[in-house]
């Protein structure tokens, strides 16, 4: 199975290609006035608006650092909206067996942090989809289901 491998801090985590729309180059963001701390901004994509998360504020306290490999992953899942997620040295595609990931030992709190694997490093399995926190969640507008046309 295909993984795109980043980190956050001096950990790795995988997001399953699957789930991935498209990793873009970081960009400028309309900023999204009193929206809570883990939102970084609104990115318009392809004329469309996509809330962006930054994944060092939500998992490590602070923003994520502004470098060339610093990307924006847009993520989906099913019938969801595309949310984009910045995520620092997100250039790696790596391939993993599902069976290479464990359970990591630990109880984790977080419900999207999953399985680990070892390549010599850990690398934690992270369920994208459900990475923003309720609050964050809160703060989005989703678009509301147009009516079917006949």
Known sequence: MLFLVFHLGADRYAIPAKNIHEVVPLASLRLAP????G?????NY??????????????CGRK?????HTRIILVSSGDSPVLGLIAENATDF???DETAFQP???KAPSHWLGKVAS??????????????????????????????VS
């Open 34 to 37: 009193q929206a809570p701390e």
């Open 39 to 43: 939102i970084a901004g609104i990115l």
């Open 46 to 59: 392809h004329g469309n608006p996509v809330p962006v998360a930054d994944l060092a504020q939500i998992v």
């Open 64 to 68: 994520a650092a502004l470098t060339m």
């Open 94 to 96: 790596r391939r993993f």
């Open 104 to 106: 990591s030992g630990v």
């Open 119 to 148: 390549d010599g490093d850990l690398i934690q399995w992270i369920h994208a989809e459900e990475i923003f926190p309720p609050d964050v969640l809160a703060a989005i507008a989703f678009p509301e289901e147009k009516p079917a």
